[in-house]
């Protein structure tokens, strides 16, 4: 009887044995909001790739530009060449070649963009040559010189400017640099312009002054160093 009760009793541990092997283990517990919060998330895309579409890759752009600011004379740029100081081009050449008065007066005054009303007893011709260029900011001073030389005058009447005759005596001829050769004893009124080297054109009115007949008279450039003398050729 006894060893019965031990057969049943093994075959009742055997059997809950058996049942504990079969259930699964306990899982412990877990916070996935805390896992959660751990992950880190890349950045999410601006816009889907649409369907049935290739990707480009944008081009790459090599910036070549430079620095505004321009470079000092001297100095060297990026590439290592020299760079100078570019020379101002705003000027313009006299040279007019038996021209006539009203040409000259509209070439010039287009180019200072004032208006003018011109006497009709204004007449004559002019012959200038001049060996640099003038800026446009001392144009007008020599443009009225040049009108007083040839016997004209210019008044500002607001709005535009008068050039009328004025009293003086009227050059025949104007010369210009290198032309001194061609002067001859003469009682025709002419125009010579000097450019001076080697010293100041102002040391170089007071040489020449005492020599000018008392309707002669001399006009000094100093911006240019450059005389203009209005006298009797001979």
């Given at each position: 009887?006894?060893?019965?009760?031990?057969h049943?009793l093994?075959?009742?541990?055997?059997?809950?044995?058996?049942?504990?092997?079969?259930q699964p283990?306990?899982r412990?517990?877990?916070?996935?909001?805390?896992?959660?919060?751990?992950?880190?998330?890349g950045p999410a895309?601006?816009?889907?790739?649409?369907p049935?579409?290739?990707t480009?890759?944008?081009?790459?752009?090599?910036?070549?530009?430079v620095s505004?600011?321009?470079?000092?004379?001297?100095?060297?740029?990026?590439?290592g060449?020299?760079?100078?100081?570019?020379?101002?081009?705003d000027?313009?050449?006299?040279?007019?070649d038996?021209?006539?008065?009203?040409?000259f007066?509209?070439?010039i005054?287009?180019t200072?963009?004032?208006?003018?009303?011109?006497d009709?007893k204004?007449?004559?011709t002019?012959?200038?040559?001049?060996?640099?260029?003038?800026?446009?900011?001392?144009l007008f001073g020599i443009?009225?010189?040049?009108?007083?030389i040839?016997?004209?005058?210019?008044r500002?009447?607001?709005?535009?400017?008068?050039i009328h005759p004025?009293?003086?005596?009227v050059?025949?001829?104007?010369y210009?640099?290198?032309?001194?050769g061609?002067?001859?004893?003469?009682?025709?009124?002419?125009?010579q312009?000097?450019p001076?080297a080697?010293?100041?054109s102002?040391?170089?009115q007071?040489l020449v002054?005492?020599?000018?007949s008392?309707?002669g008279?001399?006009?000094n450039l100093?911006s240019?160093?450059?005389?203009?003398v209005n006298?009797f050729?001979g």
């Amino acid at each position: 009887m006894k060893l019965r009760q031990s057969h049943i009793l093994l075959v009742l541990l055997f059997l809950a044995f058996v049942q504990g092997c079969s259930q699964p283990a306990t899982r412990p517990w877990v916070d996935l909001q805390e896992i959660n919060d751990q992950i880190v998330r890349g950045p999410a895309k601006e816009q889907a790739q649409e369907p049935g579409k290739e990707t480009v890759a944008p081009p790459r752009i090599k910036d070549m530009s430079v620095s505004a600011a321009p470079a000092a004379e001297g100095q060297k740029n990026q590439t290592g060449a020299k760079v100078h100081k570019a020379e101002p081009a705003d000027g313009i050449l006299l040279n007019f070649d038996n021209a006539d008065i009203y040409e000259f007066i509209q070439v010039i005054s287009e180019t200072l963009g004032i208006n003018y009303i011109v006497d009709p007893k204004v007449k004559g011709t002019v012959n200038i040559h001049s060996a640099q260029k003038i800026g446009k900011d001392q144009l007008f001073g020599i443009f009225q010189k040049i009108l007083h030389i040839n016997g004209l005058d210019v008044r500002n009447e607001g709005d535009y400017y008068s050039i009328h005759p004025s009293k003086g005596g009227v050059p025949q001829q104007i010369y210009g640099p290198g032309e001194s050769g061609s002067l001859k004893a003469s009682s025709r009124l002419v125009v010579q312009i000097l450019p001076v080297a080697h010293l100041s054109s102002a040391e170089a009115q007071k040489l020449v002054e005492p020599y000018l007949s008392e309707v002669g008279t001399i006009y000094n450039l100093a911006s240019q160093n450059t005389l203009i003398v209005n006298d009797f050729e001979g």
